[in-house]
DNA sequence: CGATTATGATTAA
DNA sequence: TAATCCTAATCGC
């Protein structure tokens, strides 16, 4: 589920359902149940994301830091909220909605300074207002490693998962395995322009749209998931049909297109 | 019923 | 780089 569209969209709806009354909190897995303790009964202050990482905040001066991971969800169970499974972590609620959390890789209680040093360590978020775009290019510039694992490094670029990275490389038409300093200037603000116009779908949707509806022939509220991206988990490239290659990169797969992401020219690299 | 897989990240080596 | 963690849906036998 989880990209950094996903966790802005779980930010909003948090503020919207629980920022009136106060809080219930309860681990009917009895794994976070010294956390829930200290929640219950406060109020929501806030809830904010940064890329992938969310943060609950509240009157008592709590911080609930949760990092959904691979597989970990957090969503709306309705009013009233049914007999909990067992597996959920923390269940939050109030009279404007419940919320069950299963799964997570992170959910814990930070200090402020705790807090911080997580967000300090992050790259720009292009969900976020005024993201610092002069660091993800010096980060680009600095480093020889493949781009294809450079994207996926949340202290470059925050919010980027290994969807967007194969989709953004594809549409900047770069092959993975460039080395991130050969870029030029203008293929790394492709990069950058390209994370922020499909992460900003993603966050308007709620899916992960990468095509061009026009070249589809079909509205993005109707797209099928088949036609949702040119390359990720692809077996053919999507625009012109070429078999994809895969590689590894970042300890994760991606796919590309050899057409549209022709490796970098020797002579003009 | 077990194996596999998934939009992730940290730790150890 | 590999091992590890977290859960649930899906697939093959």
């Known amino acids: 589920m989880p990209e950094g569209h996903t966790i802005h969209r779980l930010a909003r709806a948090l503020r919207r359902d629980l920022a009136e009354g106060p809080l219930h909190a309860t681990s009917p897995q009895g794994r976070f149940a010294a956390g829930a303790a200290l929640i219950d009964g406060s109020t929501l202050r806030s809830a904010e994301a940064w890329g992938k990482y969310l943060f609950v905040s509240t009157d008592t001066g709590q911080i609930l830091h949760v990092h959904l991971g691979l597989i970990g969800k957090f969503r709306p169970v309705g009013h009233p909220p049914p007999p909990a499974r067992d597996t959920v972590r923390l269940r939050l609620g109030n009279q404007g909605g419940w919320w069950d959390l299963v799964g ?6 930070v200090s402020p300074d705790e807090r911080a040093a997580i967000v300090a360590g992050l790259g720009p978020d292009p969900l976020r207002p005024r993201p610092d775009v002069d660091r993800f290019h010096d980060r680009l510039r600095r480093t020889s490693r493949p781009i294809g694992a450079v994207l996926l490094d949340q202290r470059v670029i925050a919010g980027l998962g290994n969807i967007y990275r194969a989709e953004v490389l594809y549409l900047a038409g770069l092959h993975p395995s460039t080395p991130a300093n050969r ?12 994370s922020v116009r499909l992460l900003r779908i993603g966050f308007r949707t709620g899916r992960i749209l990468t095509t061009d509806p026009a070249e589809i022939g079909r509205p993005r509220s109707r797209m099928r998931a088949a036609d949702a991206h040119y390359v990720y988990h692809r077996e053919f490239c999507r625009r012109c049909g070429t078999a994809l290659g895969t590689l590894h ?4 797969p991606i796919q590309f297109c050899p057409d549209c992401q022709p490796a970098l020219n020797h002579r003009s690299g």
């Open 104 to 109: 997570p890789a992170r959910c814990e209680l």
């Open 183 to 194: 870029l030029a200037a203008d293929q790394r603000d492709a990069l950058w322009t390209e």
């Open 249 to 252: 990169l970042g300890g994760r």
